[in-house]
């Protein structure tokens, strides 16, 4: 009784969500919102669902491959969440990740509002070509060339409802807007699995389709990096707040570690410098040897405990690269001749 009460009342929320999207697309649809480009060709990587996608890691990988391709890209984020360790005017924890992964060949600008971010961006780093749109699938205000959209192989399809009854933003039918779909931690579901979302995107879009996978880039300890393998038959204890916080324990035990405990926050949020202590006094309890946390959670605090070890991923296209980037490519030379940009329907 009680949890068909509940269903129902998540669906009537969830109706509600889906009425405040379509009038803000019809806004900008109508006219009475105004969507406005930037000089230079834009490419927006988002999600239909909410929760982590791997989309800091992928865009890290599509930043390095644009420079390497002879281009000079920039970053829009609207900068959600909490500061890096660094004091006012530090970047959001994605955003440090990314300068961390980059490094400053990359100029990352971070506004909620990314047409002014974009101005600012360019007027400072003239030589930018391309821009990345951070989170951009539902951003309207600024037009973008491509969409790129990623779909976490475990959960493709938010379970099948919009917010909050289920983790879609959109509905699945969104993807007719998408240039790009990228399949992200394939690792983690079978080969049948990842047929049955081939199928189902091709039936929803006529976008290009890569398979992206997730890869253990090492172990930091005390300032020292290690192989991953530093963490086989290792007993841990992980602690993390991002969107989903099984793929990490995924991870840990797919390198061979032994998670005898786990603490999970929500997503962006950060233990204390006193919570640390805690948490380290529960993992020995547990009989864990350290306590592991990812890079996105390292960089809200100063400093780490001495015993706790940060684990780096990276992301990698295996399947449908060539694909994608002549998807890219071709939108950047269509974007030498003066053609319209994208607006609210992409």
């Known amino acids: 009784m009680f949890g ?12 509600g969500w889906t009425a405040a999207h379509h009038l803000r697309r019809a806004l900008y649809a109508t006219g009475l919102e105004r969507t406005r ?3 230079v060709p834009v490419l927006s ?62 100029p990352l600008r971070e506004d909620a509002n990314r047409l002014r971010g974009g101005r600012r961006l360019l007027a400072e780093f003239p030589d930018t070509d391309v821009l990345l749109l951070d989170d951009g699938f539902q951003h309207w205000q600024l037009a ?19 917010l909050p009854r289920g983790l879609l933003r959109e509905p699945p039918r969104a993807l007719e807007r998408a240039g790009v779909v990228v399949v992200t ?21 006529s976008a290009v389709l890569a398979v992206a ?25 992980a602690v993390c707040g991002i969107g989903n916080p099984q793929s990490f324990v995924a991870h840990l035990e797919a390198l061979g570690a032994v998670v005898v405990g786990r603490r999970f926050l929500p997503d962006h949020a950060a233990p204390t410098t006193g919570a640390w202590t805690g948490l380290r006094e529960g993992a020995r309890a547990a009989g864990a040897e350290v306590v592991v946390t990812t890079r996105k959670d390292a960089v809200k605090v100063e ?31 269509e974007c030498q001749a003066p053609t319209p940009r994208h607006g609210y329907g992409g």
Do not use: C, Q
């Open 4 to 15: 068909g009460a509940a269903r129902l009342g998540l669906g009537v929320l969830s109706a």
């Open 37 to 39: 480009s930037l000089p």
């Open 45 to 106: 990587i988002g999600n239909l669902a909410v929760g982590g996608t791997g989309k800091t890691p992928f865009t890290a990988w599509i930043a390095a491959g644009l420079r390497g391709r002879g281009h000079h890209p920039g970053i829009l984020s609207r900068g959600y969440g909490p500061r890096a360790a660094g004091g006012p005017g530090s970047l959001s924890d994605e955003g440090a990740v990314l300068r961390r992964a980059l490094g400053d060949e990359v």
């Open 144 to 162: 973008r060339d491509l969409d790129v959209v990623l779909l976490d192989a475990t959960r493709p399809f938010g379970y099948g409802h919009l």
């Open 185 to 205: 931690r394939a690792e983690r579901v079978d080969a049948g699995a990842l047929e049955e979302i081939r199928a189902r995107v091709a039936e929803l879009s």
């Open 213 to 237: 996978r997730s890869r253990p880039a090492g172990v930091e300890v005390d300032g020292v990096t290690h192989e991953p393998g530093w963490l086989r038959g290792r007993r841990v204890f």
């Open 303 to 333: 400093r780490l405990p001495p015993d706790v070890a940060v684990y780096e991923v990276s992301m990698h296209v295996d399947d449908g690269e060539a694909e994608l980037w002549a998807a890219v490519e071709n939108t950047l030379a």
